[in-house]
């Protein structure tokens, strides 16, 4: 049409309407065959992708698969993935395969390869097809020779066809021949069924008596030597402790002196000392508990020596420590007596309160001499004469009344004496 046009423009001016419609066509046209050149590029990318990217199974992974997901395809492929699993035992995976006699040092030989499927067997968890397909059940035992789980074997080619060919890890095992690990799923194949191997019981030792005490065995808990006679169970009868306490005081006004042996005066500092040992054979928790409510009466305690003083009792007590055996702790505390001794009395309850000494015990009794206020003195001496009950009493009253009665009966008899004398005097009697 374009050629007509073209050849008859010379003779018909008039054909030029008719060349500018036919060129308004072309430009359609040509729009119309650049988008479908457009569409075809992009089908033949489509179908090159296809072609060189290799197709993801639709169920990635199975519950049959001895591998979940299977070992990766393509640049994703890496025997790694077997490696992995099988070493951390998931899903029992390495005691099938050393239940059915393949080491792992078999397993790391393997190379990547193919193989027809034809009469190998294929290996999973899942029991597939029937017997008449090959499908077996070979239980896979544990150490103690117990079922961990079976496994189940089926002809390969009722699966994946004869003449299919399958993508793995090829191997040889001593005891199996030839093996194969499926890329795609992990699972073994085989040539033949083998039985599985069963484990050899390992011998229990022999496990000797304690050395301490040959009634029970080296490894029960209580085989434990004492600690301060390793020769000797920790429960023996003499692997006991023995905590033995002491205190002594010290007058530090008056020149460190034995605060027991000095009169202690008003505003004197005495340090006292406690110690606790343990002179036996096992370790103990001992509890620091100081009395001081005595001691108190004519003193303050201006150093607790990390103790704590209880307001109520007046016990100074420190942290219940664990002394072992041989070893010793000791706390030191002191006291300023006070600056006027008091002069109360003692009490009739208690005949040591206020008695012009600070008596504390810990293991041993330490004693201060205090010195009190005259008043006091008296009351001492008071305290030392001899004490007498009512029969005594009227024992030395009749004694004393029967005395005087005498002297005074005699001093009365003389009196009448002499005037009887007097008189026989005066009449010339005598």
Same mark, same amino acid.
């Given at each position: ?6 050849s008859?423009l ?7 309407g008719?060349?500018?419609?036919y060129a ?6 040509e ?10 590029c992009?089908?033949v ?5 296809a072609?060189f990217?290799a197709?993801?199974?639709a ?6 698969d001895?591998?979940a /997901?299977g070992l990766?395809v ?17 899903n029992n ?18 190379t ?5 499927? /034809?009469?190998?067997?294929s290996w999973?968890?899942l029991?597939r097809?029937s ?9 896979? @035992?544990?150490?103690?020779?117990n079922?961990?789980?079976?496994v189940y ?9 004869v003449?299919?060919?399958i993508? /793995?890890?090829?191997?040889?095992s001593?005891r ?5 690990i499926m890329q ?5 194949v085989t040539?033949i ?11 229990p030792?022999v496990?000797p ?5 040959g009634?029970i065995?080296?490894?029960n ?14 429960k023996?009868?003499?692997c006991?402790p ?5 205190k ?13 042996t000095?009169t202690a ?13 343990n002179? /036996?054979?096992?370790p103990?928790e001992?509890?620091?508990?100081? @009395?001081?409510?005595?001691t108190?009466?004519?003193s303050?305690?201006?150093d ?11 016990n100074?007590?420190?942290p ?15 006291v300023?007596?006070l600056?006027t001794i008091?002069a109360?009395?003692?009490?009739q309850?208690?005949?040591?309160s ?23 003195v008296v009351?001492t001496?008071?305290t030392?004469?001899p004490r007498?009950?009512?029969g ?8 004393v ?6 002297f005074?009966l005699?001093?009365?008899q ?8 007097r008189?026989?005097?005066?009449a010339?009697t005598?």
């Amino acid at each position: 049409m374009f050629k007509k046009i073209v050849s008859n423009l010379s003779f018909s001016p008039a054909l030029v309407g008719q060349l500018g419609f036919y060129a308004k066509r072309l430009r359609k046209e040509e729009a119309t065959r650049r988008f479908g050149l457009i569409f075809v590029c992009l089908a033949v990318t489509v179908q090159l992708l296809a072609v060189f990217q290799a197709p993801q199974s639709a169920n990635a992974a199975s519950s049959n698969d001895f591998v979940a /997901g299977g070992l990766g395809v393509g640049s994703q492929r890496s025997f790694n993935k077997y490696m992995v699993p099988y070493d951390a035992n998931t899903n029992n995976l390495k005691d099938i395969m050393t239940g059915l006699g393949i080491t792992r040092e078999e397993i790391t030989r393997t190379t990547y390869s193919s193989w027809i499927a /034809g009469e190998t067997y294929s290996w999973g968890r899942l029991p597939r097809l029937s017997a008449a397909q090959g499908l077996q059940t070979v239980n896979i @035992p544990d150490a103690n020779g117990n079922t961990i789980l079976p496994v189940y074997p089926v002809k390969n080619k009722y699966i994946n066809g004869v003449n299919a060919r399958i993508y /793995g890890w090829v191997g040889y095992s001593a005891r199996v021949g030839w093996f194969g690990i499926m890329q795609a799923c992990g699972n073994l194949v085989t040539n033949i069924v083998p039985t599985p191997v069963l484990p050899i019981k390992p011998t229990p030792p022999v496990i000797p008596p304690c050395r301490y005490n040959g009634s029970i065995l080296q490894n029960n808990p209580n085989c434990k030597p004492c600690p301060g006679n390793p020769g000797a169970w920790y429960k023996d009868a003499t692997c006991i402790p023995n905590i033995v306490e002491s205190k002594s005081a010290v007058n530090l006004t008056q020149g460190n002196v034995d605060a027991a042996t000095v009169t202690a005066q008003a505003n004197d500092r005495i340090a006292y000392t406690i110690t606790a040992k343990n002179a /036996g054979l096992a370790p103990t928790e001992v509890p620091l508990v100081d @009395p001081l409510a005595d001691t108190l009466e004519y003193s303050t305690l201006v150093d607790a020596g990390a103790g704590t003083l209880d307001p109520k009792t007046k016990n100074l007590s420190w942290p219940t420590i664990t002394l072992n055996p041989g070893e010793t702790q000791s706390r030191t505390f002191a006291v300023q007596l006070l600056a006027t001794i008091p002069a109360t009395p003692v009490g009739q309850s208690d005949p040591i309160s206020y008695n012009c000494k600070m008596s504390n015990g810990f293991g041993n009794n330490v004693d201060v001499k205090v010195e009190c206020p005259p008043t006091k003195v008296v009351e001492t001496l008071a305290t030392e004469l001899p004490r007498t009950g009512p029969g005594e009493n009227l024992l030395f009253a009749g004694v004393v009344f029967g005395i005087v009665t005498y002297f005074f009966l005699r001093s009365k008899q003389l009196g009448k004496e002499v005037r009887l004398i007097r008189r026989d005097l005066n009449a010339g009697t005598i």
